[in-house]
């Protein structure tokens, strides 16, 4: 059902009485277009039928709500899976509910093109059921591009638009799709008239490499540098012999934003980890200490991460030149791609040798750092610490491992544990910070790569909020991958843990029970009722040949994790005034305060002052 593949013929290939929803599919289709994620619905039947009778392997995902076809669409450009991202949804509660995940792609700057159904035009201003105005709904989200087809002709050219705006400006689009429109006769040749158009399906090229004499004043810059710090950011992946190249010639350390994990490999000395309330003590202590910086592809937004202004000199590369100079006032600013432009600014750097002291100053921190995390992991909890569980699968996962983070308490430990490599995807909603994103993830990076291993790490609340019902979208699809290994991690602390400590350290309030405590799940069974395998670890003496058992399975694990809500987790740099305040609300009767207190706050602390 293609049309010609340059892109700028006809969609001539469209089958004989082919409705507008075909010519629909055909033209996404030639934009690399051909998995959709969504639920079915009446304002989209024109839809669903058209890729009912698709050709060229379009599939559509079936998930159990529209937000996760939103996330989803979002992680199948970040897993590799394909150019755009596609959700399509029905009418009304369908395109009301899709909006979150669309948010995550929006501020993640992901491409995603999505599609949504609406009331016939026949009926619009009517007060039909589901009528909503979406244009006005959409407006934000989709603000880059939205459009409403009203007519069969505009097919071509709104598509392409669409299309072309994601992936031009990295953001979400949207059409709104009436649902009479969807079956009328397509027109995939407009006349040649005036007020038709005839649009091209062939990508717009993008600025790759700065101009010269930029290049040649951020090389002055960096070589004035005798302490040079790099952060490293999403736009770096892909880019990760260029980041190793540019840090060894430059004897930076690395720190990397969260969305930037798999731009690095973990285990190098001169990697000092995640930045931010949830990184590491080196990267904060390097980013203190630092006289120059180097941004590559990362706007992480928390400011007293970075130097204090005034003490480095920074130079930026980032493909948009609109994120410059955001959070630090930098000098040079390069916009181009983070590969050709590390290159460009390598060769303009020359072959000087680089400071050899910073860099073993660097892997010292981060050595004596990371061998303080591995001690707090084997310490004791109650039942089981939670660090732990992230330790061993650090030293278990496979090389080709891909990994579904969610929002919350997981996100601190693999942060601090797991120590991704080249060859490993991994992600997260890194912008919107949104709950409920990991299991879709998941999903998308199993469909991009099913013959890869995926493992998933929640917590309980997420897991509760859409994982769930997410475990059936798993077991209906899971025999068709090459590969069945999906392991599904719960933190299950029957708390919303990551609020309550929140709540303490900036709020000095104890934890609201009423606010914070969750149901207790036995999310094992739910597994096995699924037809799935279930793990329940309530024990340490559990965890040793855990990940190597559930990485081996036959079929999809959900692992029931009772760890411990107590335990402590603490800022790279914990201020006084954090301190103070965590100190007050365990006073003020914590219900926590016990197991707080058992878990041996000074001691945790002494620990921290120790290794950092």
């Known amino acids: 059902m293609r049309g010609n593949q340059d892109g700028r013929g006809t969609d001539g290939r469209l089958r004989r009485n082919a409705t507008v929803a075909d010519h629909i599919v055909a ?111 959409y407006k934000d989200v989709a603000s880059d591009f939205l459009a409403q087809l009203d007519h069969p002709s505009q097919v071509r050219h709104l598509v392409d638009r669409a299309c072309r705006t994601a992936l031009a400006r990295r953001t979400v689009t949207a059409l709104v799709l009436p649902l009479d429109v969807q079956d009328e006769p397509a027109v995939p040749d407009p006349p040649h008239a005036h007020g038709y158009y005839h649009t091209s399906a062939v990508p717009s090229s993008a600025t790759t490499v700065p101009p010269e004499a930029d290049l040649r004043r951020a090389a002055e810059v960096l070589r004035g540098g005798e302490r ?21 010639r430059l004897g930076a350390g690395v720190a990397v934003a969260l969305l930037g994990f798999a731009a690095v490999d973990h285990r190098e000395p001169w990697v000092t980890g995640a930045i931010g309330l949830l990184g590491t003590r080196p990267s904060w202590q390097m980013m203190q200490e630092c006289d120059t910086l180097l941004i590559v592809g990362s706007n992480m937004p928390y400011s007293e991460f970075y130097p204090p202004e005034g003490r480095a000199r920074a130079v930026q590369i980032d493909v948009d030149g609109t994120r410059m100079g955001l959070r630090y006032p930098t000098e040079v600013n390069l916009t181009g791609d983070a590969g050709p432009t590390l290159r460009a600014l390598r060769a303009a750097l020359g072959t000087e040798a680089a400071p050899t002291r910073w860099r073993a100053a660097i892997g010292e921190a981060t050595s004596a750092w990371r061998a303080g995390q591995r001690e707090l992991a084997e310490q004791a909890a109650r039942p089981v610490n939670p660090q732990l569980l992230f330790r061993t699968l650090d ?218």
């Not at 079915?40 to 698709?54: C, E, K, V």
């Not at 790099?230 to 980041?243: I, S, W």
């Not at 029931?560 to 740099?573: G, I, S």
Request: with cysteine.
């Open 27 to 137: 033209r996404l289709a030639q934009w690399g277009v051909h998995r959709y994620f969504g639920f079915p619905g009446d304002g989209i039947n024109g839809m669903t039928s058209a890729l009912q009778r698709a050709e060229d392997h379009t599939e559509f995902i079936q998930v159990r709500h529209e937000e996760t076809a939103g996330f989803a669409a979002s992680a199948h450009v970040k897993y590799g899976g394909g150019p755009i991202g596609c959700a399509l949804v029905t009418s009304g509660p369908g395109a009301i509910h899709l909006l979150n995940g669309l948010y995550d792609a929006k501020l993640d700057h992901q491409p995603v093109v999505a599609l949504v159904g609406n009331t016939a035009l026949t009926a619009e201003g009517g007060g039909y059921y589901q009528e909503v105005d979406l244009l006005a709904l």
């Open 228 to 248: 040079v710090a790099m952060l490293v950011g999403q736009g770096a992946l892909g880019a990760e012999e260029e980041v190793r190249l540019i840090a060894d």
């Open 395 to 612: 030293e278990s996962l496979p090389d080709d491992a891909m990994l579904a983070v969610d929002c919350g308490t997981a996100t601190a430990w693999y942060a601090r544990h797991v120590r991704v490599r080249p060859g490993m995807l991994a992600s997260l909603s890194g912008t919107l910070l949104s709950m409920g994103g990991g299991m879709p993830y998941a999903l998308s990076a199993k469909f991009a790569h099913p013959d890869r291993p995926v493992v998933a790490l929640l917590g309980d609340g997420a897991m509760q909020m859409n994982g769930v019902n997410e475990l059936i979208t798993v077991a209906k699809y899971w025999r068709q991958w090459a590969d069945p290994r999906f392991v599904i991690l719960v933190l299950n602390n029957r708390e919303l843990a990551f609020v309550s400590w929140e709540q303490r350290s900036t709020e000095g309030s104890p934890m609201f029970p009423d606010s914070q405590d969750v149901p207790d799940v036995a999310y094992h069974h739910w597994a096995e009722v699924l037809g799935l395998r279930g793990e329940l670890v309530d024990s340490p003496d559990q965890v040793p040949g855990l990940w190597d058992r559930v990485l081996t399975a036959d079929r999809p694990v959900v692992v029931n994790a009772m760890v411990d809500a107590a335990e402590l987790m603490l800022p790279p740099h914990f201020t006084v005034d954090q301190a103070r305040k965590t100190a007050a609300a365990i006073l003020r009767g914590d219900t926590d305060r016990s197991e707080i207190i058992r878990r041996g706050l000074p001691a945790t602390l002494a620990t921290y002052r120790h290794h950092g």
